[in-house]
């Protein structure tokens, strides 16, 4: 399985972009697929995830702002983010979980300027 994660830029406070994930192959028989990020000298922390039935979990400091979806159709995911701030810059990975194995993405850089 790889991952390829696209999307990520530099924008201004407020600006909005949309990360995308696809997957090599099918995405309907992972378990589920989310973002992680991981700001310059901080732990890699989880952002949001969304389940094969489609049922999304985003974490307290992105909720309002950022949508997590997918398309099986085209073997990707997203991540929306709107309202992005500062704090927001970081590596945002994506994974994929096929029991017992976690698969990940390589990684694209998102900075928002103040």
């Known amino acids: 399985v790889q991952l390829q994660a696209s999307g990520g830029g530099l924008v201004q406070a407020g600006g909005s972009l949309r990360l995308s994930c696809a997957a090599s192959?099918?995405?309907?028989?992972?378990?589920?697929m989310g973002w992680y990020r991981q700001a310059p000298g901080k732990q890699r922390e989880l952002v949001a995830t969304i389940t094969s039935g489609g049922i999304t979990n985003l974490v307290d400091p992105v909720k309002g702002r950022f949508t997590i979806s997918r398309d099986n159709a085209k073997n990707t995911i997203y991540l929306q983010m709107n309202n992005l701030k500062p704090e927001d810059t970081a590596v945002y990975y994506c994974?994929?979980?096929?029991?017992?194995?976690?698969?990940w993405g390589q990684g694209t850089q998102v900075t928002v300027s103040s």
């Open positions: 994974y994929a979980n096929l029991s017992p194995e976690r698969y």
């Open positions: 192959g099918s995405i309907s028989g992972f378990d589920n």
